[in-house]
């Protein structure tokens, strides 16, 4: 399975934006799917993820803002992004856990 991630772009503070992860093969199977930044000399932290069960997870600093949900019919995991802050610009990683990595899509936050 391959992950390929976007729906990135620029966008100004209190703005929307929402991420595609898109898997090659069934998503039905991988029972986490989660979502990680890497801002620019930082390391890679995780955002947030989901259960094939539907539990979901947050980290502190999106809770409340952000929602993560996935669509196994199409294999596709999202993260729907409201009231971005100038702190959550970076790159936006998907993955199944630690395992396959998709290519990051950039979120760049402006003030």
């Known amino acids: 399975v391959q992950l390929q991630a976007s729906g990135g772009g620029l966008v100004q503070a209190g703005g929307s934006l929402r991420l595609s992860c898109t898997a090659s093969g069934s998503m039905r199977t991988i029972y986490v799917m989660a979502w990680y930044r890497q801002a620019a000399g930082k390391e890679r932290e995780w955002v947030a993820s989901?259960?094939?069960?539907?539990?979901?997870s947050y980290t502190d600093s999106v809770r409340g803002r952000f929602t993560i949900s996935r669509d196994n019919a199409k294999n596709t995991m999202y993260l729907q992004m409201n009231s971005l802050k100038p702190e959550d610009t970076g790159a936006y990683y998907c993955?199944?856990?630690?395992?396959?990595w998709g290519q990051g899509t950039l979120v760049t936050v402006s003030s």
């Open positions: 989901s259960t094939s069960g539907g539990v979901r």
């Open positions: 993955s199944d856990g630690g395992a396959i």
